[in-house]
């Protein structure tokens, strides 16, 4: 029944998202709910759906290990036919084949493996999070965005990893308490704060690095419109963006009033 569907689907929303509770959501039809059992439906189906996707984490790393596997081939014979004989390195050759198994691209493959690789290691309280349907799976690839420009992300030695993971854990400790109360922009924002706190010298670094490839350039559009593309550092981008919206207000308060056109009265016209 409908009141029953009602107290149902409040559990759902409540509950550890399990493959018994995604069986009994499925059952409920959404389209014959109340608006507010609607929203609720949706927030059980929110957390499921974000426990689902974590399970692919575990199998990732199971197909492509831990680590990133580096394979030295050696040609002996010009085997390529392009004159080049001798050592070829190949990282992580199996994203090729789950790129075809998944029908995804290499880069895609490689971005899932090494996601994974995270969540399963340095990143583990993310992944906790997400498998208990707290954040979605967006709020997961930003703060594995926000790990993947920490130093020493993929060094072998023993000190740069458990430097890394303490970074991580750094990390995980300011942006999951954001994640699961709040959106996607403002996780980004706790992200690119955490990092910057975390390793200020290479957060400068980095920015040097991005300031040393700002440009301005155009984009010409169709019926005489184009398109202004600025690359600068965020506090310029901010203080163009204020003068341009003040620029335009003062020009629009300059601007005579223009009165539409009186429409002419019925029966009366040219001639």
């Known amino acids: 029944t409908p009141l029953a569907d009602s107290g149902r689907i409040e559990d759902l929303a409540a509950c550890s998202p399990t493959p018994a509770s995604m069986s009994e959501l499925t059952l409920i039809d959404p389209s014959a709910l109340s608006e507010e059992d609607a929203i609720t439906w949706l927030q059980a189906h929110e957390r499921i759906s974000a426990w689902w996707a974590s399970l692919q984490a575990p199998a990732l790393v199971r197909a492509a290990g831990t680590d990133r596997y580096i394979s030295h081939v050696v040609f002996g014979t010009d085997v390529l036919g392009d004159g ?59 703060i594995v965005s926000a790990a993947s420009r920490l130093r020493g992300i993929w060094d072998v030695d023993e000190a740069s990893r458990e430097a890394f993971a303490k970074q991580c854990d750094l990390l995980q400790r300011r942006v999951l308490p954001v994640a699961i109360r709040s959106t996607l922009t ?18 400068e670094r980095r920015r040097k690095k991005w300031l040393a490839d700002c440009d301005v350039y155009v984009i010409d559009d169709l019926d005489g419109v184009s398109t202004l593309i600025a690359r600068m550092a965020t506090e310029h981008a901010h203080a163009c963006l204020s003068v341009i919206n003040d620029l335009a207000v003062r020009c629009i308060r300059a601007a005579p009033s223009e ?13």
């Open 259 to 271: 009165a539409p056109p009186r429409p002419a009265a019925a029966g009366t016209g040219a001639g």
């Open 186 to 203: 403002r996780t980004r924002r706790a992200a690119t704060l955490a990092v910057i706190a975390g390793d200020p010298v290479e957060a």
């Open 84 to 142: 080049a004989a001798g050592p070829v390195t190949i990282a992580d050759a199996i994203r090729e084949e789950l790129a075809a198994a998944l029908r995804l691209s290499p880069a895609t493959a490689q971005a899932r493996i090494d996601s994974a690789r995270l969540l399963c290691g340095p990143l583990s309280a993310t992944h906790a999070a997400q498998s208990a349907g707290k954040i979605t799976a967006s709020h997961v690839a930003i």
